[in-house]
């Protein structure tokens, strides 16, 4: 029997401790290496070289997704199985995107996650079905990339004058964008387009 190397990434202390115990417990599975960031996550696997790599969406350093788009650029090697614990449609339509070979449910059965490992590390695609269908159900983003890059930064807090420094606009053009954000959404205001955005995986 072949045991496939696993490397598990998530930031959370007791969840990725019972992660690799729950993963151990297989005997055809080992964790090779854990890592809790996700800017760390390329150097751990070309040392370690896994089969596959169990990414939390939600890491320090960078993102989950972000991380396996680069792991697949540096080591294509290596699956990528992504663990989210919210199903945002958006979300899952950026895995998609990146190509991830997984995209599972924290809180799914524990036997699912060691099935899904096996799955990816064979080469098949493993997503959630709830999940997969929660992405059919929203429509495309509408908005455009610099549009998105406005309102992230109008999500972590920025003022339009903060947004232009950052962006290299005028004050002008980053509140003209705001209402056209507002409006291609079909939003109240500012603060309902972020949480439109954010419910539907369009801002992480």
Same mark, same amino acid.
């Given at each position: 029997?072949?045991?496939? #190397? ?43 070289? %896994? ?20 792991? @697949?650029?540096?080591? %294509? ?13 958006? /979300? ?9 070979? *997984? ?5 799914? %059965? ?12 064979? *080469? ?21 990339? @610099? ?25 002008? /053009? ?5 209402? /056209?954000?507002?409006? #291609?959404?079909? !939003? ?8 439109? !955005?954010?419910?539907? *995986?369009?801002? %992480?």
């Amino acid at each position: 029997m072949r045991t496939l #190397k696993v490397l598990l990434a998530e930031d959370v202390h007791m969840v990725r401790g019972a992660l690799v115990a729950l993963l151990e417990l297989e005997p055809d599975l080992t964790v090779v290496a854990q890592v809790d960031r996700g800017d760390t996550i390329v150097a751990a696997a070309m040392e370690h070289r %896994p089969d596959v790599a169990v990414i939390d969406i939600d890491l320090p350093g960078m993102d989950g997704l972000t991380a396996a788009a680069l792991l @697949r650029e540096r080591l %294509p090697t290596c699956r990528a199985l992504i663990l989210t614990s919210l199903g945002r449609p958006g /979300t899952v339509r950026r895995a998609l995107a990146a190509h991830v070979s *997984g995209f599972i449910l924290k809180d799914a %059965p524990p036997d699912h996650l060691a099935e899904a490992v096996r799955n990816v590390a064979s *080469g098949k695609r493993v997503i959630d079905p709830q999940l997969a269908l929660s992405a059919w159900d929203v429509g495309d983003n509408p908005l455009s990339e @610099r549009e998105l890059q406005v309102l992230r930064l109008a999500a972590q807090g920025a003022e339009a004058a903060e947004i232009a420094a950052t962006l290299h606009l005028s004050a002008g /053009t980053v509140r003209n964008y705001l209402t /056209t954000i507002v409006m #291609k959404l079909n !939003a109240r205001n500012r603060v309902d387009a972020i949480r439109i !955005a954010t419910e539907a *995986g369009w801002v %992480p």
